[in-house]
């Protein structure tokens, strides 16, 4: 009986310039399926480090589809409603309406309904020598909850592509599982999530859309387990609110 | 079931509070089979969720084969119009609604290149190409290139981040470890484990070579 080759040790001499050790080729050169696989993850390494872009199409032409739609007789009933975001999205990013905890967001809402303090507005700051400069529009603390201990700031600034958000961190200890920035809307019910954040050197994180107008205005970065689950860990560490 | 009503004693209210904000926010998170599944039904907002969640696909394939955003907007209006109008075509147990929109896609842009050739057809050769219906418009490797990017930006976080980082800022696992503050170990299995993820959809989507 023949055993192939686990994926994840394929995956790994795709990734790797080491390529295979010695069993591992006599079991390539008498196993087609496995030579095949793995030259099905090389193959798509390669495309994928081409660097391969997404465009998006103007936002007016979900407007165009639908009215062509319900101009069809018989299909009168279908309304949809405009996406949460996505259409006019500068790069195709995951619906912000995605990602749902439960507790948290609760207690976001209610965080929503007393904070707002510690809102300011700045002027203009450059990212970089050759960068050009992204107007900051407004800059905000990011407190710890309760029982936890941190601190931030985040500036929400308007760049060329579009609005971003520049988030920095300090007390925030290095543990087990990684950190993650997430807008929570101040409906309590919806958030999308920015990204990774390194608590030692921040970052900057792209908006998708005009999530910012849509209410997700609360910023919030949380300790998350490296369990695969998407999901908001709730456990958030800090937090603030951007003006509306 | 029975359920049985209890006096409150531990902070039922809190609990119970908790299983209806997470039910009803659940409610509002339509996985790619989710939306396939609605559309085949007809339901009337997978339409909207169908666009948002492959309208860039769509557009970009359209855009990489005809280079031009206007008829690629066309393109894309007439894929997601008459993907709804034959939505009765449609088998989500056959595969899923990206990959028959990436068929339509196909079929569309194909269109759009016999139109614009049969426009040409004051030069013999033009004509000619107007009578022979391009079979394959774009190449498998563009399409596999898109696909990878849009796949690539439904993935969850820490992974999308960490293969974005190694992929297409050629960053060392060491780097990205480095720079999300992440153990090595814990960036390289994300990477492997992507890659072999991104191959999954990719079958998923273009199918058996014969279908193409």
């Given at each position: 009986m023949t055993r192939h080759l686990d994926?994840?040790?394929?995956?790994?001499?795709?990734l790797e310039d080491d390529g295979p050790d010695g069993p591992g080729t006599d079991h390539l050169q008498s196993c087609p399926q496995c030579a095949a696989t793995l030259a099905e993850?090389?193959?798509?390494?390669?495309?994928?480090?081409?660097?391969?872009?997404?465009?998006?199409?103007?936002?007016?032409?979900?407007?165009?589809?639908?009215?062509e739609l319900s101009l069809d007789p018989g299909q009168s009933d279908v309304a949809p409603s405009a996406p949460v975001t996505g259409p006019d999205e500068p790069v195709a990013r995951r619906s912000p309406a995605r990602r749902f905890g439960?507790?948290?967001?609760a207690a976001a809402a209610a965080f929503a309904a007393v904070a707002g303090a510690g809102a300011g507005v700045g002027g203009t700051v450059l990212l970089g020598d050759d960068e050009p400069a992204a107007i900051v529009q407004a800059a905000i603390k990011l407190e710890p909850l309760e029982g936890k201990t941190g601190a931030g700031t985040a500036d929400l600034l308007q760049a060329a592509a579009g609005g971003q958000l520049k988030v920095s961190a300090s007390g925030l200890s290095?543990?087990?599982?990684?950190?993650?920035?997430?807008?929570?809307?101040?409906?309590?019910?919806?958030?999308?999530?920015?990204?990774?954040?390194?608590?030692?050197?921040?970052?900057?994180?792209?908006?998708p859309g005009e999530i910012l107008a849509q209410g997700y205005r609360i910023v919030d970065v949380s300790l998350e387990p490296d369990d695969g689950n998407p999901v908001h860990s709730r456990n958030s560490i800090i937090r603030g609110i951007l003006p509306s | 079931m029975t359920v049985t009503l209890l006096p409150a004693a531990h902070e039922p209210c809190q609990a119970f509070a908790t299983v209806i904000?997470?039910?009803?926010?659940?409610?509002?998170?339509?996985?790619?089979?989710?939306?396939?599944?609605?559309?085949?039904?007809?339901?009337a907002d997978s339409l909207a969720q169908a666009y948002q969640r492959w309208s860039n696909l769509v557009f970009t394939l359209a855009l990489r084969a005809l280079g031009n955003r206007a008829d690629a907007e066309d393109v894309t209006q007439q894929v997601f119009v008459s993907a709804w109008r034959g939505r009765a075509?449609?088998?989500?147990?056959?595969?899923?609604?990206?990959?028959?929109?990436?068929?339509?896609?196909?079929?569309?842009?194909?269109?759009?290149?016999?139109?614009?050739?049969?426009?040409?057809?004051?030069?013999?050769a033009a004509?000619?190409?107007?009578?022979?219906?391009?079979?394959?418009?774009?190449?498998?490797?563009?399409?596999?290139?898109?696909?990878?990017?849009?796949?690539?930006?439904?993935?969850?976080?820490?992974?999308?981040t960490i293969l974005k980082l190694a992929f297409y800022e050629d960053r060392t696992h060491p780097q990205i470890a480095e720079q999300l503050d992440l153990p090595l170990g814990t960036v390289?299995?994300?990477?492997?484990?992507?890659?072999?993820?991104?191959?999954?959809?990719?079958?998923?989507?273009?199918?058996d070579e014969t279908s193409r």
């Open positions: 994926d994840d040790v394929l995956a790994q001499w795709a993850l090389k193959l798509v390494l390669a495309n994928a480090r081409s660097k391969p872009r997404l465009d998006s199409p103007p936002p007016e032409l979900w407007t165009k589809i639908s009215d439960g507790r948290a967001l290095a543990v087990q599982g990684f950190y993650e920035v997430w807008m929570i809307n101040t409906d309590g019910k919806r958030m999308v999530s920015l990204g990774v954040l390194n608590p030692g050197s921040g970052g900057t994180f792209q908006i | 904000a997470v039910t009803s926010m659940e409610a509002d998170a339509p996985s790619s089979a989710e939306i396939s599944k609605a559309f085949a039904e007809g339901r075509n449609f088998d989500p147990d056959s595969g899923q609604l990206g990959a028959w929109l990436t068929g339509i896609t196909r079929h569309r842009i194909a269109d759009r290149m016999t139109a614009r050739s049969r426009e040409l057809r004051n030069s013999e004509a000619r190409l107007a009578e022979q219906r391009p079979t394959t418009v774009l190449d498998d490797l563009t399409i596999d290139r898109v696909l990878i990017a849009d796949e690539l930006e439904q993935i969850d976080d820490p992974r999308r390289k299995s994300h990477i492997r484990r992507g890659l072999l993820h991104l191959r999954d959809r990719l079958k998923e989507v273009t199918g």
